[in-house]
């Protein structure tokens, strides 16, 4: 009777130790044996939680030459956009100053603060964009089984680069050599990531760029209007009725285009500044409204970019509110509006 009640026991035994090595792996967040049913290269670590890729390997640092390319390019696009910025706000004062001044005082002060306000609201948006840290993930333990405790690495995942933990959506950015957390892009205009500390003051900065470019492009139309020499069209009043429209179109560009030959250097600048700033604020007003609605599907262009169909959180105006951080009245009121919104929808899908 003994032995027939050992030979389970041995067939036991038997069984846990036939499992084969190729399916046991160690998990590198807290350093514990996992043993698996089938090979998987992507595993999850249930004490931890940490994420591994078994065939993930240590890369090695980029070359000296690719490191110094892209802080040349960053430096580049900063030195162009800060000299734009001067030549705006300088040259539009020396160019505008005179002729609102003319029109009475009281419009050239206000346009002397509007031009102040909007400078400095530009500038130190732009300061703080580029020069605060975009979101360095904060530092953990990991190693070791008693040194991490229950989920505390839940859905990290290991930067072979950094040779770190990341946590959940986390990305490391070559330009900057360092992981950001929510990173939504590397700016090279700003020499900086966009991430979940200065992404903020970056939505801040394309908002008071487009307001300003908007203000400068319709004070150098005024002032290039009240400055541009006289047109003559007595030619074009005396043969208009034997012309088609076409060919008054034409002469009407033409002897604009001419007598743009007989501006002064004021209004050149003023020409020149009105169409920098429409184009400029053309781009910067489709690069709001992306990162704007991005900020309202409660994603982030990266995370866009490599899952474009996964719903990373709830869509909806409160998430426009978390990211700018109204006040509670203000936030009450557009939260409100959001629930009524989706309820009106939600019954009109019902009805369909």
Same mark, same amino acid.
């Given at each position: ?23 046991? !792996? ?6 514990? #044996? ?9 595993? +999850? ?6 994420? %591994? ?17 892209? +802080?040349? +390019? @960053? ?46 609201? %530009?500038? %130190? ?6 020069? *605060?840290? !975009?979101?360095?993930?904060? /530092? ?23 040779? *770190?933990?990341?946590?959940? +959506?986390?990305?490391?950015? #070559? ?8 990173? @939504? ?37 005024? !002032? /290039? ?6 047109? @003559? ?13 076409? *060919? ?15 501006? /002064? ?13 429409? /184009? ?55 939260? #409100?509006?959001?629930? %009524?919104? *989706? ?10």
């Amino acid at each position: 009777m003994a032995e027939q009640e050992q030979r389970p026991l041995l067939e036991v035994e038997q069984c846990v130790t036939s499992i084969p090595e190729d399916h046991e !792996a160690t998990c590198w967040g807290c350093g514990l #044996r996992l043993v698996f049913a089938s090979y998987s290269p992507v595993y +999850r670590c249930g004490w931890c939680g940490a994420i %591994t890729q078994s065939n993930q390997t240590a890369r090695k640092p980029d070359s000296v030459c690719f490191s110094h390319w892209r +802080r040349l +390019r @960053d430096r580049f696009f900063v030195t162009v956009l800060i000299l734009f910025m001067l030549f705006v706000i300088c040259g539009g004062v020396w160019a505008v100053y005179p002729i609102v001044f003319s029109v009475s005082k009281f419009c050239g002060i206000f346009h002397c603060m509007v031009t102040a306000i909007l400078a400095l609201c %530009t500038i %130190t948006s732009y300061c703080l964009a580029s020069f *605060k840290s !975009a979101g360095a993930p904060t /530092s953990i333990r990991w190693g070791s089984y008693p040194m991490v405790g229950k989920s505390d690495l839940d859905n990290y995942t290991f930067c072979t680069y950094c040779n *770190k933990p990341k946590p959940p +959506r986390t990305h490391h950015c #070559r330009s900057c050599k360092m992981c950001v957390v929510d990173m @939504d892009h590397h700016c090279p205009f700003i020499g900086n990531c966009v991430g979940a500390s200065n992404h903020q003051v970056f939505v801040i900065f394309l908002i008071s760029v487009v307001i300003s470019c908007a203000y400068a492009a319709s004070m150098t139309i005024y !002032a /290039s209007y009240k400055t541009w020499p006289s047109v @003559d069209f007595s030619n074009l009043e005396s043969s208009r009725h034997s012309m088609s429209t076409m *060919k008054m179109l034409l002469e009407i560009i033409t002897t604009i285009a001419g007598s743009a030959f007989f501006l /002064s250097a004021r209004g050149l600048v003023l020409v020149y500044l009105a169409f920098a700033s429409l /184009s400029v604020n053309a781009g910067i007003g489709v690069l709001l409204c992306q990162q704007l609605s991005y900020i309202y599907e409660g994603n982030t262009y990266l995370n866009h970019l490599s899952s474009p169909n996964a719903m990373h959180g709830e869509r909806g105006l409160q998430n426009i509110v978390r990211f700018f951080g109204c006040p509670y009245p203000i936030s009450r009121v557009l939260l #409100r509006y959001s629930n %009524t919104v *989706k309820l009106q929808d939600n019954s009109g899908s019902k009805l369909l």
